[in-house]
T-cell receptor, first 114, second 112 residues
Framework: GAVVSQHPSRVICKSGTSVKIECRSL??????MFWYRQFPKKSLMLMAT?????????EQGVEKDKFLINHASLTLSTLTVTSAHPEDSSFYIC??????????FGSGTRLTVV | GEDVEQSLFLSVREGDSSVINCTYT??????LYWYKQEPGAGLQLLTY?????DMKQDQRLTVLLNKKDKHLSLRIADTQTGDSAIYFC????????????FGKGTTLSVSS
């Protein structure tokens, strides 16, 4: 079946630094990737939608300069949290689709900013 | 607008059936999904149902869809302790490749 690899699974960084999270589709070409943020009360908030070779579409309220998304190839999308602060600490999950109704999720990244 | 609602908690005994309910508001939803999330992990697709279906059964899982009431349920038969997790229902819009919209998740606790 379709597999999405997300790395790192866990990262701790100092306030003010940047962190990059990778999302790779291992056995299919992902025309679209999605980035979600999961809050402590479980809800998954869609942050942005990225299509290969074009700029990401951000949801309302998500700062595009803070959460940089790059989807340079059909198998890789990256989310960079720039100048991270403690309030950015969260669980980030990516999802990929080949443009149909199948969605595969990464295993998530636990970001802690200290 | 799009909104997916779920009850937040469900507690059952091992061997009983679990029923997790979900309501959605977007009438253009084409597929509806159930995902399972174990602690610290990503989302695992359990099953999905196309909007023109009423029911789908897959081993211990039964999905019922009432499109008129926009109500979706997931029944887990013979619930096991390994079924303890958070269960999310999600809807897709009518265009393939657009983002899934999730409910807040139901935490299922199974006691032995």
């Amino acid at each position: 079946g379709a597999v999405v690899s997300q790395h790192p699974s866990r990262v701790i960084c100092k306030s003010g630094t940047s962190v990059k999270i990778e999302c790779r589709s291992l056995d299919f070409q992902a025309t679209t990737m999605f980035w979600y943020r999961q809050f402590p009360k479980k809800s998954l908030m869609l942050m942005a939608t990225s299509n290969e070779g074009s700029k990401a579409t951000y949801e309302q309220g998500v700062e595009k300069d803070k959460f940089l998304i790059n989807h340079a190839s059909l198998t890789l999308s990256t989310l960079t949290v720039t100048s991270a602060h403690p309030e950015d600490s969260s669980f980030y999950i990516c999802s990929a689709t080949a443009g149909n109704y199948g969605y595969t999720f990464g295993s998530g990244t636990r970001l802690t900013v200290v | 607008g799009e909104d997916v609602e779920q009850s937040l908690f469900l507690s059952v005994r091992e061997g009983d059936s679990s029923v997790i309910n979900c309501t959605y508001t977007d009438s253009s939803s084409t597929y509806l999904y159930w995902y399972k999330q174990e602690p610290g992990a990503g989302l695992q697709l359990l099953t999905y149902i196309f909007s023109n279906m009423d029911m789908k059964q897959d081993q211990r899982l039964t999905v019922l869809l009432n499109k008129k009431d926009k109500h979706l349920s997931l029944r887990i038969a013979d619930t096991q302790t390994g079924d303890s997790a958070i269960y999310f229902c999600a809807e897709s819009r009518d265009q393939a490749g657009t983002a899934l919209i999730f409910g807040k998740g139901t935490t299922l606790s199974v006691s032995s």
